[in-house]
Nanobody
Framework: QVQLVESGGGLVQPGESLRLSCVAS????????MGWYRQAPGKQRELVAR???????NYADSVKGRFTVSRDNAKRTVYLQMNSLKSEDTAVYYC??????????WGQGTQVTVSS
């Protein structure tokens, strides 16, 4: 059973930074695309950033220039560096493991709250 465990969420003020981490269990981490999604209260889950097995990245327009996704295959870990956080970034952030455009596993989520 593939498991994804996120960490790094918390309460920060606008303009501050956080780094989320997601550690994957199981084998062949490097062949999977990895994503970060978020879901705010009353809203649908949305893609924030994705990094492919080959290292290509893409981002939601709302976070371009502020967020950076990266991966360390040796540690089976994907990161989301979030800078210049805004109140509208408040959400539960989920890590995903993807293959062929399909999510094969979700993490349990980590809460990010941006508030003064």
């Amino acid at each position: 059973q593939v498991q994804l465990v996120e960490s790094g969420g918390g309460l920060v003020q606008p303009g501050e930074s956080l780094r989320l981490s997601c550690v994957a269990s199981g084998s062949f981490f490097s062949v999977y695309d990895m994503g970060w999604y978020r879901q705010a209260p009353g809203k649908q889950r949305e893609l924030v950033a994705r990094i492919t097995s080959g290292g290509r990245t893409n981002y939601a327009d709302s976070v371009k220039g502020r967020f950076t996704v990266s991966r360390d295959n040796a540690k089976r870990t994907v990161y989301l560096q979030m800078n210049s956080l805004k109140s509208e970034d408040t959400a539960v952030y989920y890590c995903s493991k993807e293959r062929g455009g399909t999510v094969v596993s979700w993490g349990q989520g980590t809460q990010v709250t941006v508030s003064s």
